[in-house]
């Protein structure tokens, strides 16, 4: 507590001498230019101008926010990860974390309720720094607060703060059954202006999880990120704030209470996932919008995301590909074939969907209704997306393809993601003998080496299938699309 308050104070201290300082300068370079008009000569006065006067006269901003100049380009050293977890879930939610965190790299703290047990000691350094939530018994017994658990939580973000803030841009908060696609948060934090106050999260997926909580907060459990201005305000006034709201029961309500009362407002990006659905999201992995994916959230509820995986290889699984290029992580790319008329439907890194039918991308494009809705009896509509059921027609049943492999040669080289047939899925009577897309047993798909930062347009792809006798492979080339091109 003590040295909170110090630290705090200390931060404040360096803010308020750097901005003097600023004054200072200032001031003497307008007696030094004042002083020097009288003296010089036209060309010296604006060799004066363009070279000493501009850093003088400039109230530079204090970097007490960054050691980098505040437009260099957003850089994964500036994001500090505060991750809340559990001792008691800690040994499978584990592997989630070290699925995704780069030790030495990733910046951040696994903040547990207690000590975890001596089996998890000596602390791996696969997994991030480890740090026991603040006692702040007194402050609940104080307030009576009637959710502890959501109130630690919500003092994280000060716990976070202290622990580290020197040339720290964004504090990302997050849960520890969430997988997080770090460069994507990077690239997407980086289109914001850290300097000023920014709340970005991930609203629900699920329309009565959002009116029951708000529409405008951010689901915690899938990160949201705060920038600097707004994580300081947040860190001076979380404890006052939770003496304000005791009786709030969800940290996230609480969290986005805290800062609408510092008159900041939620900004919703699409790719963090709350994941508030339930059993099979292989539909909605499969169809995800065209953003950069930055989070996965309940990974401990929905069904192993590959089916002939377990939950935490199927986290590793995902991340090998994510490895090779976040960009392009889960992104749709359909192409189709005139001669046989077929549709693929490419989610990179992860599935490949064949369909013995010319389908619009409009319609491709929707999630298929693979998952159930995350509370069971809330009233329809239940989802923030539209959504594709399940067709009985064998035509429109796409034949899956899972990920198995994937390969780059040299770093210039294309990517090679390999998608091997699902197989719990039987085979299909669409149509029959050589036109049937029962013999391809693989698909591969060549990528760019180059990353994919357009978002809002997909990438375009052509296939060609390679049917010899036996089973048969497919060939996708991804690649972009022409200035006009029609998907159709
Ligand atoms: C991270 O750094 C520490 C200390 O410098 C070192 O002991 C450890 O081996 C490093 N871990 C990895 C995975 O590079
Ligand atoms: C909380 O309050 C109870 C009763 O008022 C007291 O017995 C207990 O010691 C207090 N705990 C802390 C940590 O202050
Ligand atoms: C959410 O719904 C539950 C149960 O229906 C209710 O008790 C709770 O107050 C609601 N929360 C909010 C923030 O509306
Ligand atoms: C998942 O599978 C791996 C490899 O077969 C195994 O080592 C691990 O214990 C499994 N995890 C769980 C939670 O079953
Ligand atoms: C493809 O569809 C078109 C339009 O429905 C049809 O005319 C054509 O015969 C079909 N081609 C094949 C190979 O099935
Ligand atoms: C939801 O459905 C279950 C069983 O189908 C029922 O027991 C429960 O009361 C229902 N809950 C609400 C809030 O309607």
Partial sequence: MHSLQQNLERSSAKKYSCQNIS???????LIFYLSFIFFLLHNQLSYLTQNILPPLLLNQPCPITSKYSKNSPTEIN????GLLGSAKAWKHRKSYIESWWRPNVTRGYLYLDTIPSPEFFP?????????????????????????????????????VFKQEHV?????????DDSIFF????????????HTKYFYIGGQSEDIWSNDNFSFDQGFGGAGFALSYPLAQALANN???????????????????????????????????????????????????PQVPLMSLHHFDVVKPIFPSKNRSESAMHLMKAAD??????LQQTICYDRKTNWSVSVSWGY???IYQKIIPRSILRKPLKTFWAWRKNSTKPHYMFNTRPESKDPCETPHIFYLDNVKQISPESEIVTSYVRDATQGPSSCSSGKKSADRINTIQVFSPATKHIETGRSECCDFANQLGRGKAKMKVNIRSCAADEIIA
């Avoid at 460069?183 to 914001?192: A, C, R």
């Fill in 238 to 288: 979380v404890e006052d704030c939770l003496r304000r709201y005791p009786h709030l029961t969800s940290a996230d309500y609480i969290t986005m209470t805290c800062i609408a009362d510092l008159g900041v407002s939620h900004t919703a990006e699409k790719g963090i996932h709350q994941v508030d659905l339930s059993n099979d999201i292989s539909g909605f992995l499969s169809s995800h």
């Fill in 123 to 159: 602390w791996p350094s696969s997994s991030p720094p480890l740090r026991i939530s603040e006692d702040i018994s007194k402050l609940l017994n104080e307030t009576k607060h009637v959710a502890p658990i959501m109130a630690r939580m919500v003092h994280g973000i000060l716990e």
């Fill in 23 to 29: 004054k200072l300068l200032a001031v003497s370079g």
């Fill in 324 to 329: 090779f290029d976040q960009s392009r992580i």
């Fill in 78 to 81: 500036h994001l500090v990860f």
């Fill in 182 to 193: 770090v460069e994507n948060w990077v690239n997407v934090l980086g289109k914001y202006d």
């Fill in 167 to 175: 040339g720290v841009r964004w504090f990302v908060m997050g849960d």
């Fill in 351 to 353: 599935s490949a969907h």
